[in-house]
């Protein structure tokens, strides 16, 4: 078995990862690599959602029975969580949503809406990059075909890098609003937050950071990242589906108008008006994901126990084995920085001419899970050329020995297709 330095005891994390025992496609073990899109979850994690359904479950707030007080103090101890595992320096700055997209179309939506000094209109300025799932991308078109304002991008260098060699032209005394990936979910890349973040504040525009990458695999400080917004979602941290967090600075969330109406996000309410209550609950109108908070605070319990520096540790160098690996393989191209300096724990690639749908096709047959497509992110296979790639992605349980599988099970592509 391959040894290497930095790992953390799979063998022991692995046994609270119940899917990871099973069996597929005659006899073959899962081996699965497609944590970009969603992590497995720990026994830990499942546990708190039955408990939850079993012995807590009602609605949240208002409520003066045991079983509503008791699950209003579950999912606000949820937010509690949140704001220590990210350092925010107010839980009222955590706001739950159903997802990163939902957290992203929150910000653009609240902008459109907002007063001076923050509305986008057609006087002003949208900065993204060529690099962004479609969930920071869609949303900030929308906004600009409904404000006029103009959509601006930072593009990308051959070696999947952002191109800020022209920074001081892309961002503007015009941008409102610059909004960029942390970690390419496609490409891997760690962008220079600092970098950008000194632009936009020189000029006065506010920063969203999609850290949907991030927030699972390495510390993640809202208060040093100096952004005013950060998304990321529960799913790909060992949390549940249909969760969510959008941070935002105190001073604009108060500021800002709400993006959804109804119950819960309301102060009065007369047939004429309506006041709304303070954040955080001035977005989470309706009924909250009250389980899916109480499981993404089980999960990060998990990853608090385990040490991100730890987790950080571990999938650099997986990431490290597995460019050098696949590095070895004949027709193979990465599609992003091939060292493992400034890149997380997904790698995409092509494989000569096979098309990636059939790579994942044969992988799976073998037992291997993998991602194939443009993985949301179709900008960056057009500005590379190709149709689509096959990506593998690690996390916490995964191993090197699952790396050699997917190198010996790219070598059986190669031979399928001749």
């Known amino acids: 078995m391959t040894q290497l330095p930095g790992l953390l005891d799979t063998e022991a994390l692995r046994k609270d990862f119940p899917i990871l025992d099973r069996v597929i496609h005659d006899g073959k073990k899962l081996v699965y690599l497609d944590n970009a899109a969603t992590s497995q979850k720990p026994r830990q994690v499942l546990d708190a959602l039955s408990e939850y359904y079993e012995r807590y479950n009602a609605?949240?707030?208002?409520?003066?029975?045991?079983?509503?007080e008791e699950a209003t103090a579950l999912y606000e101890g949820a937010r509690d969580k949140v704001a220590g595992f990210i350092n925010a320096p107010s839980r009222d700055e955590v706001i739950f949503t159903k997802n990163a997209s939902e957290s992203l179309n929150l910000v653009a939506n609240m902008l459109g809406w907002a007063d001076e000094p923050y509305r986008v209109d057609a006087e002003t300025e949208i900065v993204i990059t060529e690099m962004?799932?479609?969930?920071?991308?869609?949303p900030w078109q929308l906004l600009?075909?409904?404000?006029?304002?103009?959509?601006?991008?930072?593009?990308?260098?051959d070696d999947g890098r952002l191109d800020l060699s022209n920074i001081d032209e892309i961002i503007t005394e015009k941008t409102k609003i610059v909004s960029f990936v942390l970690v390419s979910n496609i490409l891997g890349t760690v962008n220079p937050v600092e970098a950008?973040?000194?632009?936009?504040?020189?000029?006065?525009?506010l920063v969203c950071i999609d850290a949907s990458q991030?927030?699972?695999?390495?510390?993640?400080?809202?208060?040093?990242?100096q952004a005013d917004f950060v998304a990321f979602t529960g799913h790909k941290m060992c949390g549940p589906t249909g969760i969510g967090v959008l941070w935002g600075r105190q001073e604009l969330l108060e500021d800002l108008p709400p993006?959804?109406?109804?119950?819960e996000m309301i102060e009065t309410v007369s047939m004429h008006s309506s006041t709304y209550a303070p954040a955080p609950h001035k977005f989470e109108a309706g009924t909250p994901?009250?389980?899916?908070?109480?499981?993404?605070?089980?999960?990060?319990?998990?990853?608090?126990?385990?040490?991100?520096?730890?987790?950080?540790?571990?999938?650099?160098?997986?990431?490290?084995?597995?460019?050098?690996?696949?590095g070895e393989v004949p027709d193979l191209r990465i599609i992003g920085p091939t060292t493992a300096e400034d890149r997380g724990a997904a790698i995409s690639f092509t494989l000569g001419d096979i098309h990636p749908h059939d790579v994942g096709q044969v992988l799976d047959e073998q037992g291997i899970a993998v991602r194939v497509g443009h993985h949301c992110a179709r900008p960056v296979c057009l500005r590379y050329g190709i149709p689509a790639t096959t990506r593998a992605s690690f996390y916490l349980y995964s191993t090197p020995s699952e790396i050699d599988a997917l190198v010996e099970g790219l070598e059986h592509v190669r031979n399928f297709f001749g």
């Open 259 to 263: 993006f959804l109406g109804g119950g």
């Open 196 to 205: 950008i973040v000194r632009r936009a504040q020189q000029v006065g525009a």
């Open 144 to 157: 600009s075909q409904r404000t006029g304002a103009k959509l601006k991008w930072f593009g990308l260098t």
């Open 59 to 68: 609605n949240v707030h208002r409520g003066v029975h045991v079983l509503a």
């Open 289 to 326: 994901p009250i389980a899916q908070a109480v499981g993404l605070g089980a999960a990060i319990d998990y990853l608090d126990a385990i040490g991100m520096d730890k987790i950080l540790a571990h999938e650099h160098a997986l990431t490290e084995y597995a460019v050098k690996k696949l």
């Open 132 to 138: 962004e799932h479609h969930s920071n991308i869609v």
């Open 214 to 225: 991030a927030a699972p695999h390495m510390p993640l400080d809202v208060q040093a990242l």
